[in-house]
């Protein structure tokens, strides 16, 4: 079956850092990745996503691309900010992101002054 | 973007009680609506998948029985947890979309304990 497996946190940066969060999936069909972030108290929002090889998805600094042949879907940011603590989840869809999604564990991330 | 609202944020209730979880998409019409669950440090698992004045489709394990699925309406599903017990504890959280808008919006959880 589809399954979507991301790095453990929590993940403590320092403002500024450079931030890379791994994910590597498996899936029957030829999927849509997604990331989701979920802040404090509030819902999954969807940050960015990628529906072919190659595809770059990119949000408020944010960016990550679909590779294929590795089966991945990194996330990364350059330069990270305090208002960036939450939790990131990677998801895939086969069909799209209105149909039923697979997740990872969610990864959380802390970044301090 | 779009936005689902989902009450009760917590909740905790007695051991063969139940409870009701609501979901609303605010404003757009939701023709399909996911609950998952989560534990902790594990992934969100989709429980079941509900479409407009259908019968809710049950993922593999999830007693339907247990977990009652209601969507009476374009903006309005429900989950209840019948007889709750312990293990029941857990996070909650519903997810809606429509044709249109080409993703589901989450709502914002619900974090059940049973004591």
């Known amino acids: 079956g589809d399954s979507v497996t991301q790095m453990e946190g929590p993940v403590t940066l320092s403002e500024e850092a450079c931030l890379t969060i791994n994910c590597t999936y498996t899936a029957t069909g030829y999927p849509s990745l997604f990331w989701y972030v979920q802040y404090p108290g509030e819902g999954l929002q969807l940050l960015l996503k990628a529906t072919k090889a190659d595809d770059k998805g990119s949000n408020k600094g944010f960016e990550a691309t679909y590779r294929k042949e590795t089966t991945s879907f990194h996330l990364e940011k350059g330069s990270v900010q305090v208002s960036d603590s939450a939790v990131y989840f990677c998801a895939l869809s086969v069909g799209g992101g209105g149909n039923k999604l697979t997740f990872g564990t969610g990864t959380q991330l802390k970044v301090e002054l | 973007g779009a936005v689902v609202s989902q009450h009760p944020s917590r909740v905790i209730c007695k051991s063969g009680t139940s409870v009701k979880i609501e979901c609303r998409s605010l404003d757009f019409q939701a023709t399909t609506m996911f609950w998952y669950r989560q534990f902790p440090k594990q992934s969100l698992m989709l429980m079941a998948t509900?479409?407009?004045?259908?019968?809710?489709?049950?993922e593999q394990g999830v007693e339907k029985d247990k977990f009652l699925i209601n969507h009476a309406s374009l903006t309005l599903s429900t989950l209840t947890v019948t007889s709750a017990h312990p293990e029941d504890s857990s996070f909650y959280i519903c997810?809606?979309?429509?044709?249109?808008?080409?993703?589901?919006?989450f709502g914002q959880g619900t974090r059940l304990t049973v004591v």
């Open positions: 997810s809606a979309r429509t044709a249109s808008l080409g993703e589901a919006f």
């Open positions: 509900s479409n407009e004045g259908s019968k809710a489709t049950y």
